[in-house]
C-alpha cells in the first residue's frame, strides 16, 4: 500500500512539474519577463527579448503604405493612383534602408527610455514588486491570438483600441517580438490608440519618412 502512495505521489510531482515546464514556455511568461526587464531598468535585458531590426520592418512596411497612400490618392478619385502608386513605392525603396535604420534607433531609444523611466517615455511602468507582478499585468490585460504554431499575436488593452498589439515568435527557446501589428501602427501614427494606464499626454510619435519627392 505505501508503494503504491508514493507511486501517486511522484506521478503527482512529475505532472506538476511537466505543467510547469510548459507554462515557463508560454508566450505570456515570456512577455512577463519582458515587462519585469523593463520594471527593473535593465534595457539590454528587454531587447534582447525584442528583435528590432524585424519589429523595425514591419513599422517600414506601414509607413511605406501610408506615405504612398498619402501621395498617390484614392484610387476612387484618381484615375492615375493605380499607375503612380508603383512609382511611388520605387521611390520609397530608395529610402528605404535609412528609414529602417533610423527606426530601429528609435525603437531601441524607447525601450532606454521606458526602461530607464525617462520623463520622455511613452509609458511609466511600476518599478515595485518583482516577476509574480509582473506575470499577473500580463495575464490580467493581454490576450493571445495563435497565428501559427511558432507565432502568436499578443494584445494587450481594449480589444477595438488596444494598447499594443505585437506579434511574438518561438525562437531558440523563447518567445521574442518580431513584429508590431501593421493596424496598430497605423492607429498610432493617426494617434487612434487607447492611452495605457500611467501614459503621459503627448502626440503621437513621429517616425522617420523618406523626403517627399
Known amino acids: ?13 512529475a505532472a506538476v512539474f511537466a ?14 519577463r519582458l515587462l ?21 520592418a ?36 530608395l529610402a528605404r534602408s535609412e528609414v529602417q535604420r533610423r527606426v530601429e534607433e528609435e525603437l531601441r531609444a524607447t525601450v532606454r527610455r521606458i526602461a530607464q523611466g525617462s520623463p520622455e517615455a511613452p ?6 514588486g518583482g516577476f509574480p507582478v509582473s506575470l499577473a499585468a500580463v ?11 511558432d507565432r502568436v499575436r499578443l494584445s494587450a488593452g481594449p480589444g477595438d483600441r488596444p ?18 501589428d501593421r493596424g496598430w501602427v497605423a492607429g498610432l501614427l493617426a494617434g487612434t490608440v487607447a492611452p495605457r494606464p500611467g501614459q503621459r499626454a503627448s502626440p503621437p510619435p513621429h517616425f522617420p519618412e523618406p523626403a517627399t519627392p
Open 1 to 13: 500500500m505505501r508503494s503504491v502512495l508514493w507511486v501517486l505521489v511522484g506521478v503527482a510531482a
Open 19 to 32: 505543467a510547469a515546464g510548459r507554462l515557463s514556455q508560454t508566450a505570456h511568461v515570456h512577455a512577463a
Open 36 to 56: 519585469q526587464a523593463l520594471r527593473d531598468g535593465d534595457a539590454e535585458g528587454a531587447l534582447a527579448w525584442i528583435d528590432v531590426r524585424s519589429v523595425a
Open 58 to 93: 514591419s513599422v517600414v512596411a506601414v509607413l511605406e503604405e501610408e506615405w504612398v497612400r498619402a501621395r498617390a490618392g484614392d484610387p476612387a478619385r484618381y484615375v492615375a493612383s493605380p499607375l503612380a502608386r508603383p512609382v511611388l513605392h520605387g521611390l520609397f525603396g
Open 123 to 128: 509609458v511609466q511602468l511600476p518599478r515595485w
Open 139 to 149: 495575464a490580467w490585460f493581454t490576450d493571445v491570438q495563435w497565428l501559427a504554431p
Open 163 to 180: 494598447w499594443v498589439r505585437v506579434e511574438m515568435a518561438w525562437r531558440a527557446g523563447r518567445w521574442v517580438v518580431v513584429a508590431a
